[in-house]
């Protein structure tokens, strides 16, 4: 297999599908989002985002080894599969503050146009890190014609973010604005409205810093790290986690315990788990014996989806890994779950390889 194949067509069909979830996010928002500035950047990006998506379909077909049916395959597989992977955590963040905010057609409320707003934001910097990767790889393999097509995407996506931003902050406002207005009615004028902007504007800023280390994290790790883009989605779950109710959080009845109850369960929660409470806590308690636990917990997972396994599908992997991942296997666990069995076996398969 060459480097192109390895390495730019999967980077190429990363950021395509990336940009082709946001075109299906900013299309389910644009039904609910009022006629004005916002409105009408919606339509200009999907329009440009969509000429671009058809340029990089081109590219693929002319640069990838010819096998004409399981190409055609392969293909419309990809672009399914990886539009609705890239669009799943969104769109659940906007169904759980919006709960359905569509009814008979009627515009979404500010809250609503907030949190879209910011799921917007999240699936851009999503498609932008794409972007960023799949273009140093083209220029590391010397493919002009890519790396030409994925810079002029990524400026593209940059102003896209840039007036995104804007966009949040003023809707962060008008929130505020709203709820300050109950206040004559005996509600607190900054409590539940001043934590949520502070962790708009924080999630922004982290967002944007994923957005532009994407492609310094790609330069650092080569090419074989490059559909690797942790940092956008942990902010995105981190601002799901800033608007998700007390009763939907992965710890039950959350808000009723304290600092230590919480701590206890916390080494049983995946990485994203964790994140979601992250998100939670600084919205609302915002403690700092919580968050210092959570921070204490957080790794790279030794393999993609290792959070989601059971012990014994953990353990059965382990009969046939190499030394190197085993040890990983064996620090997570250590600093994690503390698992035994998985320790164990992790400690044997280290030995038997050494």
Request: aromatic content about 2%.
């Amino acid at each position: 297999m060459t480097v192109t194949t390895d390495a730019l067509i999967p980077a190429l069909e990363d950021a395509r599908e990336a940009h082709a979830a946001v075109i299906e996010r900013f299309r389910a928002d644009m039904t609910v989002t009022p006629a004005g500035l916002h409105q009408q950047t919606l339509e200009r990006h999907i329009a440009d985002a969509q000429d671009h998506i058809a340029r990089l379909e081109h590219h693929v077909r002319a640069i990838r080894p010819r096998r004409p049916l399981r190409d055609t395959a392969e293909m419309a597989g990809s672009l399914a599969d990886g539009a609705l992977r890239a669009t799943r955590l969104p769109l659940e963040i906007g169904t759980l503050i919006a709960g359905g905010i569509l009814r008979g057609g009627h515009q979404a409320t500010e809250r609503q146009l907030l949190a879209n707003a910011k799921d917007e934001y999240a699936v851009a910097a999503r498609a932008l890190a794409a972007c960023r990767a799949g273009e140093t790889i083209a220029t590391l393999v010397g493919d002009e014609e890519a790396a030409a097509l994925l810079a002029s995407l990524r400026r593209q996506d940059e102003r896209l973010l840039q007036a995104m931003e804007q966009t949040i902050d003023e809707q962060a406002r008008t929130v505020a604005a709203a709820r300050a207005d109950t206040s004559r009615q005996g509600q607190p004028a900054d409590g539940f409205t001043g934590a949520t902007v502070r962790v708009v504007r924080t999630a922004i800023d982290r967002l944007r810093e994923a957005a532009q280390t994407g492609g310094e994290q790609t330069r650092r790790t080569a090419v074989g790290a490059a559909r690797e883009m942790p940092n956008a989605t942990r902010m995105a779950e981190q601002v799901q986690g800033a608007v998700t109710r007390d009763e939907d959080l992965p710890i039950c009845e959350y808000g009723r315990l304290t600092v230590t109850d919480i701590t206890q369960q916390l080494r049983a929660l995946s990485q994203s788990d964790l994140t979601v409470i992250e998100g939670y806590e600084r919205a609302h308690a915002n403690r700092s014996g919580v968050l210092n636990a959570i921070e204490q917990l957080r790794g790279i997972e030794p393999w993609p989806d290792y959070d989601t396994m059971s012990t014994d599908q953990i353990t059965d992997r382990l009969r046939t890994a190499d030394s190197a991942l085993a040890q990983r296997v064996q620090d997570y666990e250590q600093r994690h779950r503390q698992r035994q069995t998985i320790v164990t076996g992790a400690n044997q398969r280290t030995g038997a390889i050494a």
